[in-house]
């Protein structure tokens, strides 16, 4: 809009800056006291939640240990399941060969072959000075 008679123009010197209103900090609007509660409330129930979760009787620690728990349970099953196969391997030799048979009676039963000689040779101890 190009200025009229009727509005004077207003120059500036270079580089000067137009005046502004300071701003004002609002006042705080004023929380009644059921409110401020409350959200006090809010907080303390929020926390309680928290603290809950990260030890409670379901939290986050006692799922850790039972995770771990369980992992070291399953190591041990695994290791019985490789153990019972390694005996069941053992049985069905047993039944079916009969050298393993015949080791088994001389090693735990101390069993001898008929004509075999037993040569049983001990440790002797010296004499005490």
């Known amino acids: 809009m190009p200025p009229t008679p009727e509005t004077p123009r207003i120059r500036r ?15 705080r609007p004023h929380r009644p006291l059921w409110r401020r509660a409350l ?9 309680v939640l928290v ?3 990260l030890v409670g009787e379901r939290g986050l620690v006692a799922t850790t240990r039972a995770r771990r728990q369980a992992a070291e349970l399953q190591a041990a099953v695994d290791q019985v399941r490789a153990e019972n196969a390694q005996l069941r391997e053992t049985a069905k030799e047993l039944e079916s060969d009969p050298n393993a ?11 001898i072959r008929e004509g075999e000689i037993l040569v049983i040779v ?5 004499p005490a000075k």
């Open 101 to 111: 048979i015949e080791l088994v009676a001389r090693e735990k039963l101390g069993l």
């Open 51 to 53: 603290v809950d979760a």
């Open 13 to 27: 010197a270079e580089g000067a800056e137009p005046l502004r209103r300071k701003s004002m900090a609002l006042p």
């Open 39 to 47: 959200n006090y409330l809010l907080m303390f129930a929020t926390a």
């Open 122 to 126: 001990k440790d002797v101890k010296p």
